[in-house]
């Protein structure tokens, strides 16, 4: 499994990518969140966004790949899992977020949006983010059984 992670200011696109029904779009996780549809969620992203007005790039997403043949093998539930996991693994279950499954493509991926404010105002710190969500999702897939980057390199 692959995880990629970065903090990103444009959280409406992203969550309208994410929703995108074409991409045959699945609800897989959710945190601290009430609104139904992107615009809603990033409304609430944008309260608590609010607490923090330096922070620019207030939006972390992040991408969990896991490969083309675990994919196929993985529920909805086992999805959900495995993003709670990857989420826990970063230390951000006290912040809100989404994921959703896309399964338009061969390989099911799963993009996560999560608020870098927390309900107090502070920032999550995002340096080296794309370096912790690697290693984060190696750890997860290990946990998991799933196949880690490291070792379709390897191969």
Excluded: C
């Excluded at 045959?24 to 601290?32: P, T």
């Excluded at 107090?120 to 980057?149: C, H, P, W």
């Amino acid at each position: 499994m692959i995880g990629k992670g970065k903090s990103i200011s444009h959280t409406d696109p992203s969550m309208g990518y994410g929703w995108n029904q074409e991409k045959k779009a699945e609800v897989v996780y959710k945190q601290h969140l009430a609104g139904d549809n992107p615009r809603e969620i990033t409304e609430e992203f944008r309260i608590i966004q609010e607490q923090n007005i330096r922070t620019k790039n207030n939006t972390l997403s992040f991408v969990l790949s896991p490969t083309i043949e675990d994919g196929k093998d993985l529920s909805s539930e086992r999805l959900q899992e495995l993003t709670q996991r990857f989420i826990a693994e970063m230390k951000l279950e006290e912040h809100q977020g989404i994921g959703f499954v896309h399964r338009d493509k061969q390989h099911t991926h799963v993009h996560v949006y999560v608020n870098r404010i927390n309900f107090d105002g502070t920032a999550y710190k995002d340096n080296f983010i794309g370096k912790r969500s690697q290693y984060a999702a190696e750890r997860v897939a290990k946990e998991m059984g799933l196949t880690t980057a490291r070792e379709v390199q390897q191969e």
